[in-house]
């Protein structure tokens, strides 16, 4: 059983992903803020707010595969953008 909360805290890590997402695929983004979203943002939101809130409220993937997941969509916009994150 799922709750409001969780619900809550789900659809809130998903639409700042959604709003990084947009701004990776935006050619006219800022180069620093597109280096920021890669190598900071997105994957501290994704570990820390999606990761856990869909783990709670699914039977999803293995955590595993989801964390291959953030990888492989930051080593794409990585190579898209030309970017390396130290």
Excluded: R, W
């Excluded at 969780?6 to 992903?17: C, G, V």
């Excluded at 595993?64 to 990888?71: Q, R, T």
């Amino acid at each position: 059983m799922t709750n409001g909360f969780e619900d809550k805290k789900f659809e809130e890590a998903d639409a700042k992903l959604s709003s990084y997402l947009d701004t990776l695929d935006n050619p006219k983004a800022d180069k620093k803020d597109q280096q920021k979203i890669i190598c900071i943002e997105y994957p501290n939101v994704y570990k820390h707010e999606y990761l856990p809130a869909l783990l709670k409220l699914t039977d999803a993937e293995p955590k595993e595969k989801l964390l291959n997941d953030l990888k492989l969509t930051t080593d794409y916009y990585s190579e898209k953008l030309g970017i390396v994150c130290e």
